[in-house]
Each structure stands twice: as structure tokens, then as C-alpha cells.
């Protein structure tokens, strides 16, 4: 395990309770990790940031725990020996440029970890990896999504015999969506998949059919959602999941009755607005993805096997301020700095990408649809009568 002498973090901001607040400040100051403080060793962390993003804040640092502030980013990245990237955009959009010019100078070797989605083309993101490999360079991206406790703790393990997953979550696009593939997609990676041979001249190839989707679809009204969760048979996966939260909404908040959440004429009375992103591999492993608000307010999630059993969860994300996730996410990342493995399937980073890109995508042809379907006439709108002529 390889001595950390530098850290670099290469932010956009630091306002109380962003990202690279929350992970700088760890990094810098300490964290709770395994029942004790975990105080930070003596070690140089660097920090690039614009400009007209520069507090009193930061200023505290320099001066009560050493923070080094950067003339460039360039000058950050030199000498590091982990590099971690957060954005101030929302946490699914990401910039290209900033990412490909972080690895193109980061020394060779070290391992780099971007707060979110990794990039914003699914081309460009492809050109990462392929630099990053060239380069040596270990490179993942995530939330503290990925590290957070699950309660009750749900641990499946590699290789389990899987159908489908659903995560349900609150929030706005991209970063809702994003945050349910954060939450859904891992199941895919763990599953068993059939195996592909084939003969390369002497030799037996197997490879995995893994990531290979048929297709991507998806629904964006309420009334459609709640068709589609029972025609499309995720009704069980969302019961079980929705069973999980505690943060119901509707009556549960108005005057303290309970609500049948796994009622979807219940569900589709209490959504505000809805949209379910279906994605289907080519063994026909699903992931669904419902993005609702007005039913929960935190994230859950639900898991099939093959035999039938149904497992689910909610994703404890614990109140502001204190968000106490970013500990574990940061004692990951310790970990990812000084082995150079990733805490996670790097490949899910460009899978993320390369899905949000088609949902995306999806929404943008519903948008264009919506706003062709309201400027057409309505039949009952009065039409222009002619007016006769009058003779002289």
C-alpha cells in the first residue's frame, strides 16, 4: 500500500455542503471511520479552484490546517498521488474538457475519482479510458451513493442469480436520474451472466455478455408510469422497495395517517410527476427506474432473483449538515489512493454516460412531442368562421 504524500483536488466551488467541501474538508481535517477519528497524516493537499470561487473559507484552511492553494491546475496535479475532481454543475452533467486535460496531466499511475458522472458524451468518455489506460491511470466516478449504509444492510454476493433491480428516487433530471443508476446499476454488475465461446484460432475465448442492452425505453407521465409498473410487471419490485422508506409523503405528513404505498392508484394519486426508464440487457436482465416526486423522499431500492425472492432497501442518506455518507465515502477513496484499485466496477463509469446519454435523449423527444401535441388546434378550440359579403 503505497505512502500518500500529495492530494489534489481540483474543484469548482466551495460552498458549505458541496461536494468538494465535504471531501476536501475530510481529506484535510479528519473523519469517523470504523468506531474512531480518522485523523488525516502529514501530507500536502493541494487545491485548484477559480478564482472568483475563493472564501474565507478556504482562507481558514490555509492558514489552522495547511491547505495549498494552486496558481493552475496543472501545478495541483503535480506530484500527486490521488486526484479527486468535483463539479458545480448538477451531479449527472460533467465537463469533457476539464476531465480529459486532469488525466492528460496527472502523473502516471495515479488514481483519479470525479464526484459524479464521469463525462457528458459517451464518445468522449470512451477517449478517457483510452487515455487513462495509456497513461496507467486507475479512474472511477460515483456518489456516496455507492458507499452509503443500506438499511437493512443488503450485500449480495458475486455472481448471484439476479432477474431485474428498481430504484425509486425523488428529484430533477439529470441528477435524480443519475442517482438511479447509482443505485440500480451495481446489481448488474455483480450477476451471473451467460458466457459467449469462440474459437480465436487455437485458442477458446469466453467473454461475458455483460452491459449489452437491447433496449433502453422509457415513460414520462404519471398516468403512464403507473401503466407501465403494472404492465410491465415491476408492480412487486416497487411494493417491496416503496415498503422500505421512511419519509412517506401525502397524509403521512398532512395529519399522520398511513398510506398503502404499494397501491399504484395510491402512487399515481400522490406523484406530482413521475417518469420510469426501462433498460433491458440482451439475456433480458432489466433495470428499471422510477423518478417521482410527491410519494417518498428518500431513495429505495428492490432486487429479484432468479428463483423468484424479492430483496429491498433504503439508501440511508443521513440530514444536512452533518451528511455523515461522505465519511465512507472518503475512507473508500483512502483506500482507492493508496492501492490504486477501484472501490468499485470502473466500467460502470462509462456505462453511467453512456445510459444518461439516451435517457436524455428520450426526454428530449418527449419534450419536442409535448410541444408539438399543445400548439395543435384543439378540436373544441371555436375556429374562424368566414364572414359572407355583402351585396350592394
Known amino acids: ?35 474512531a477519528w480518522t485523523k488525516p497524516p502529514n501530507r500536502l493537499i493541494a487545491i485548484s479552484i477559480p478564482d472568483e470561487e475563493w472564501n474565507a473559507e478556504l482562507d481558514r484552511r490555509v492558514h489552522e490546517f495547511g491547505l495549498r492553494r494552486t496558481g493552475s491546475l496543472k501545478e495541483a496535479l503535480q506530484d500527486a498521488d490521488g486526484v479527486v475532481v468535483a463539479g458545480k454543475a448538477a451531479i449527472g452533467n460533467a465537463n469533457d474538457v476539464k476531465n480529459k486535460f486532469i488525466v492528460q496531466h496527472t502523473p502516471k499511475g495515479c488514481p483519479i475519482f470525479v464526484y459524479g458522472a464521469l463525462g457528458q458524451d ?11 489506460n495509456n497513461r496507467g491511470i486507475p479512474i472511477c466516478s460515483g456518489t456516496t451513493l455507492r458507499t452509503a449504509w443500506r438499511l437493512p444492510e443488503l450485500q449480495l454476493p458475486a455472481g448471484a442469480k ?23 446499476l451495481p446489481f448488474s454488475g455483480i450477476r451471473a451472466v451467460p458466457t459467449k465461446r469462440r474459437e480465436v484460432g487455437a485458442e477458446l475465448i469466453e467473454s461475458e455478455l455483460r452491459w449489452m ?3 433502453v425505453n422509457s415513460w414520462h407521465t404519471v398516468e403512464d408510469v403507473a401503466d407501465r409498473i403494472d404492465g410491465e410487471g415491476w408492480g412487486n419490485l416497487a411494493a417491496a422497495a416503496l415498503s422500505r422508506s421512511s419519509s412517506p409523503l401525502g397524509t403521512s405528513v398532512t395529519d399522520g395517517r398511513t398510506q398503502d404505498l404499494s397501491s399504484t392508484s395510491t402512487f ?7 417518469r420510469l426508464i426501462q433498460m433491458v440487457e440482451i439475456d433480458g436482465y432489466r433495470t428499471g427506474i422510477i423518478v417521482v416526486n410527491g410519494v417518498i423522499n428518500d431513495i429505495v431500492f428492490a432486487v429479484e432473483t432468479d428463483d423468484g425472492t424479492i430483496k429491498s432497501a433504503k439508501i ?8 455523515s455518507d461522505f465519511d465512507r465515502l472518503a475512507e473508500a477513496l483512502e483506500g482507492f ?8 466496477d470502473a466500467n460502470e463509469s462509462f456505462h453511467q454516460v453512456n445510459l444518461l446519454g439516451l435517457i436524455r435523449y428520450h426526454r428530449q423527444v418527449f419534450s419536442s412531442q409535448k410541444e408539438k401535441q399543445a400548439a395543435k388546434p384543439s378540436p373544441d378550440s371555436p375556429s374562424k368562421k368566414a364572414v359572407p359579403r355583402r351585396e350592394n
Open 162 to 184: 439476479l432477474k431485474r433491480a428498481l430504484a425509486i428516487v425523488p428529484g430533477e433530471f439529470p441528477t435524480a436520474d443519475f442517482l438511479g443508476l447509482e443505485a440500480a
Open 213 to 215: 442492452f437491447n433496449s
Open 122 to 132: 459517451p464518445g468522449a468518455t470512451g477517449s478517457l479510458f483510452k487515455i487513462a
Open 1 to 35: 500500500m503505497a505512502t500518500l504524500k500529495k492530494i489534489a483536488f481540483a474543484i469548482d466551488d466551495f460552498k458549505p455542503g458541496s461536494p468538494g467541501q465535504r471531501l476536501l474538508d475530510r481529506f484535510l481535517i479528519g473523519f469517523a471511520a470504523n468506531g
Open 268 to 274: 399515481a394519486s400522490m406523484a406530482k410527476d413521475a
Open 316 to 323: 440511508h442518506i443521513p440530514p444536512e449538515p452533518a451528511r
Open 337 to 344: 489512493f493508496a492501492t490504486g484499485e477501484p472501490p468499485w
